[in-house]
């Protein structure tokens, strides 16, 4: 049915479309009789994509044409339509496309050939700020699920024509929009080629998890838990990122967007750094960086000083517990981590109004009868409550998972050999991010491998003069 030419008359085109689109089947899939110059003529598209009061201007303005004779589709749209974005469009996939992502198709007696009208109104929330990409100054919009919308914000800061939006479609069935968001001169063509080829090459039904099903088909972790992407909500941070040569993969229906390239310590900024002054950014940036290492070793380092109190000072003795209780101490670090994963799972699903105080009362509650049954130490319940607020400290959830399997992996290593299960479980983590691919095989490791010192620097410390930098552009 697909890839062939425009049926030749009206009655031929006029029946294609009722069976391509199924106009008796779906309720919402509406063909709009007119008659236009004394033409018959047919509207179609999707109840719910189209205003009523867009839809009631454009019968109303076709109405009134008075043009009787004969004459093309390219004709008809330069004299008659008064729309904005209108085209001629010969292929019939294109046209049946076009009215299911919610154009207008106008098909008539007058003229040859199908009219696509631009008249698309998806229904979208407001560009308020996101819940977990806040900043404590800046703007306060955010992308929404509507792509048109979410372009149009990163255009709203960039005002230069070579800002290029390229729109792919991805799917055999879903034929989601996606969009390729990139400055010319500055990102990387070689890299811009690679991820074409790559998107190109995507053979799927439908990506029915939008952004999260793009990322899968374009890079097959299996259990390599660390992050291959950066995810922001923000305009100004994608902004920021284009600027700097990056790349971004904009998916129709997702309220964020994917910056590319990526690398491990690009995690390691915020939009905070830069509303601060650079003293004050690059002490929160430190912070950061600091506060990641101490949520991955803090609790197997503590372990392995519990199993050998001897190489303790006599200073830090008190880090010992006395009473471990019935349960071995690794078990019940790995039943804290589960615990506090099923709190978080558990106030997803419990109403606005009720989550926040179930959640700290039923964390302080179950932390205080497990100390009081015996079950946990209390050095536990509050070691863990600290890792499990520090793990914040950083935005990316994605990052913050993969820390977290880490550090049990490293416990239970502990558990097994001892210094050298947590020696091992290093070498074995750093081979792991060393070897890490990435969309376009760029390093996960830069700027430290290939070494690169000026962006090193910066992507440590905020200097007084950097301005916004999300990650320096880097070659393939």
Same mark, same amino acid.
């Given at each position: 049915?697909?890839?062939?030419?425009?049926?030749?008359? +009206?009655?031929?085109?006029?029946?294609?479309?009722?069976?391509?689109?199924?106009?008796?089947?779906? +309720?919402?899939?509406?063909?709009?009789?007119?008659?236009?110059?004394?033409?018959?003529?047919?509207?179609?598209?999707?109840? =719910?994509?189209?205003?009523?009061?867009?839809?009631?201007?454009?019968?109303?303005?076709?109405?009134?044409?008075?043009?009787?004779?004969?004459?093309?589709?390219?004709?008809?749209?330069?004299?008659? !339509?008064?729309?904005?974005?209108?085209?001629?469009?010969? #292929?019939?996939?294109?046209?049946?496309?076009?009215?299911?992502? =919610?154009?207008?198709?106008?098909?008539?007696?007058? +003229?040859? =050939?199908?009219?696509?009208?631009?008249?698309?109104?998806?229904?979208?929330?407001?560009?308020?700020?996101?819940?977990?990409?806040?900043?404590?100054?800046?703007?306060?919009?955010?992308?929404?699920?509507?792509?048109?919308?979410?372009?149009?914000?990163?255009?709203?800061?960039?005002?230069?024509?070579?800002?290029?939006?390229?729109?792919?479609? !991805?799917?055999?069935?879903?034929?989601? #929009?996606?969009?390729?968001?990139?400055?010319?001169?500055?990102?990387?063509?070689?890299?811009?080629?690679?991820?074409? =080829?790559?998107?190109?090459?995507? #053979?799927? #039904?439908?990506?029915?998890?939008?952004?999260?099903?793009?990322?899968?088909?374009?890079?097959?972790?299996? +259990?390599?838990?660390?992050?291959?992407?950066?995810y922001t909500e923000r305009p100004d941070t994608a902004a920021a990122s284009v600027l700097e040569g990056s790349v971004l993969v904009l998916v129709d229906t997702s309220p964020a967007v994917m910056i590319l390239p990526v690398s491990f310590f690009q995690y390691s900024q915020d939009v905070n750094d830069f509303y601060f002054p650079p003293v004050v950014g690059s002490y929160l940036r430190l912070v950061r960086l600091s506060t990641v290492f101490v949520t991955l070793f803090f609790t197997p380092l503590w372990y392995l000083l519990t199993r050998h109190p001897e190489w303790l000072p006599s200073s830090l003795a008190f880090i010992n517990p006395e009473d471990t209780g019935p349960i071995p101490l690794f078990l019940q670090i790995l039943l804290v981590e589960v615990v506090l994963d099923s709190l978080k799972l558990a106030s997803l699903n419990t109403p606005n109004s009720l989550s926040q105080s179930l959640s700290v009362i039923g964390g302080l509650i179950l932390g205080d009868f497990a100390i009081q049954v015996g079950w946990m130490t209390p050095e536990i319940v509050l070691y863990m409550a600290f890792v499990s607020i520090a793990n914040f400290a950083q935005p990316s959830y994605e990052l913050g998972y993969a820390l977290k399997l880490w550090r049990m992996l490293l416990v239970i290593l502990v558990a097994v050999a001892d210094i050298w299960g947590l020696i091992g479980g290093i070498i074995w983590m750093a081979v792991t991010v060393a070897t890490t691919k990435t969309v376009g095989q760029t390093s996960y490791l830069y700027p430290l491998i290939p070494f690169n010192g000026r962006a090193m620097l910066r992507l440590l410390l905020r200097l007084p003069d950097d301005r916004p930098r999300f990650g320096k552009r880097q070659k393939p």
């Open positions: 049915m697909m890839n062939q030419q425009t049926p030749q008359t +009206f009655s031929q085109l006029h029946r294609y479309l009722d069976q391509a689109l199924r106009v008796e089947n779906s +309720f919402d899939m509406l063909a709009r009789p007119l008659e236009i110059a004394g033409n018959r003529a047919m509207l179609y598209y999707i109840n =719910g994509f189209i205003r009523s009061e867009i839809m009631e201007e454009v019968i109303s303005f076709l109405l009134r044409v008075q043009q009787s004779e004969k004459t093309t589709a390219a004709e008809f749209i330069r004299c008659q !339509i008064s729309n904005i974005d209108a085209q001629q469009e010969p #292929d019939m996939e294109k046209i049946v496309t076009g009215v299911l992502s =919610g154009k207008l198709c106008l098909i008539s007696e007058q +003229f040859s =050939g199908a009219i696509l009208i631009e008249a698309r109104s998806y229904p979208a929330r407001g560009v308020q700020e996101p819940d977990d990409d806040r900043a404590l100054r800046g703007s306060r919009d955010s992308f929404v699920e509507t792509i048109i919308c979410n372009t149009a914000l990163i255009r709203r800061r960039i005002r230069d024509p070579k800002l290029t939006m390229e729109a792919l479609q !991805i799917g055999k069935t879903s034929r989601t #929009d996606v969009v390729l968001c990139y400055i010319e001169g500055r990102a990387d063509s070689k890299y811009l080629q690679k991820l074409r =080829g790559q998107l190109s090459q995507i #053979d799927t #039904d439908a990506l029915t998890l939008g952004q999260q099903s793009l990322a899968e088909r374009l890079v097959h972790s299996g +259990f390599n838990p660390f992050p291959r992407f950066r």
